[in-house]
């Protein structure tokens, strides 16, 4: 009994110890059969008390009332399926007849105090199905990417959601995207995240640092093309949109559209066509675009509208052409000038970190989700790197990027700088840089030998 007890003692001190020191520890040890169990046993009584349950049908009613039996209790949605994973569990629930996938949304909250849990969020994978993921801790608390993601083609994943689920930008899914936050906010290491999952694919990397390149020129390996004031940069998108012509003449010379050919081969972007003929895809960075829409002269402000024309054009039709915008800023509203808004209109995905006022999480989300605006308004100045992402879609979560250092995205950038494509139309603004040193040669304590 001494034995047993002493053992009971270490194992609920570790326990202790690694829910307080190692919370991810202490979900694969110990949280994930205890939420479990806890989930399976509440399950039935917090969906009554959350008004998650459908009265019987008529037809138990009278089944009852035929057969002299007590009147059947109220029905909770069916558990399709329960699944743990390494940052919380995932219940598949299949509605009752008269729910809806609101319901279960509203009640997030409350099953979320009812089972324990650090977080609960839901959405409807089809008709009658809903998934509902549930978190053990705080996983944007000290961000751990899984070591295996699903990448692809042109699929970068940049950070964690508060579900657990990895964030991806997906830039054949969502083409052009707007990041927003207030100094110190984290907008430096989303990026830097970004650069470094783009680095070793297949692509142009084209950036815009008007911070005298402070940002993005430590990156110049992996670049094909940088520019560092508004001149070079009209110089830079007045080229991009060029090359955007001549890569949609190579797809009408392509497409060759007659009766028989049939219409899965008719090329309408660059990945309908042949790999050896797909030119490579662009991603343009611009980090902080007010640097590019102020004006003080009136030279200045006839330089500022070809800027924000080229943007323009490159988002309505850059998609096809494999051109994709990453456009980074403070704020991003009507006093930046004329056409600022038709720009921030085709940009589909939404980031926005920390910001300093309710007007600037209006910027972001104003058209897309009220409620994105309350949330990216309550991000805590201390949780640097937390921001909402979201779409046009109206669905939005929380995100943190893990703290990539500019040493490390640099490193990065360097080993695949091999990788970097050769775009005529971008030479004049390839950055130069001097050569990698070669490897160090590991010092031997005996001298070589010698004839």
Sequence with gaps: ??????????????AVILRWRRPA???????????????????ASVMDACGLTVPPSRWRLTLARVTNRPVPESR???ILRIRPTRTGLVLRLGLR???DAFDVAAASDRLRHSFNLYGVTSRELRSGVVEVRMTGYDVLKRVQMPARTENGPMRVPVALREDGAVHYRDYRAVPHGLTLGATESGKSVYQRNLVAGLAPMDVALVGIDCKQGVELFPLARRFSALADNPDTALDLLEALVAHMADVYQLIRAQQR?????????????????????????????????AE?????????????????????RLAQLGRAAGIYLEICGQRFGA??????????SQLTGRTAHRVNDETSANMAFADISPDAVLAAVQIPTDMRGVAIAGDS???????????????EAVNICNKHADRVPDLPALAAFRPAVAPLPPARTPLSKTAPATA
């Excluded at 009994?1 to 570790?14: H, P, R």
């Excluded at 879609?393 to 040493?407: E, K």
Aim: glycine share 6%.
């Design 1 to 14: 009994m001494t034995w047993f007890t002493v053992a009971l003692v270490l194992v609920v001190a570790a």
């Design 25 to 43: 520890w202490y979900w694969l040890t110990f949280g994930v059969t205890l939420a479990t169990l806890r989930v399976l046993f509440r399950y």
């Design 76 to 78: 909770p949605p069916r």
């Design 97 to 99: 007849p008269g729910q």
């Design 257 to 289: 559209i007659s009766v028989a050919i049939p219409d899965a081969e008719i090329a309408a972007d660059i990945w309908d066509l042949p790999a050896d003929l797909r030119p490579v895809p662009v991603v343009v960075l611009v980090d902080e675009v």
């Design 292 to 312: 590019l829409a102020l004006f003080a002269t009136k030279d200045e402000e006839k330089r500022r509208d070809r800027i924000i024309t080229a943007l323009v």
């Design 335 to 344: 006093e930046l000038g004329k056409s600022i808004t038709m720009l921030r």
């Design 393 to 407: 879609s109206g669905g939005w979560g929380r995100i943190r990027a893990p703290h990539t250092s500019l040493r």
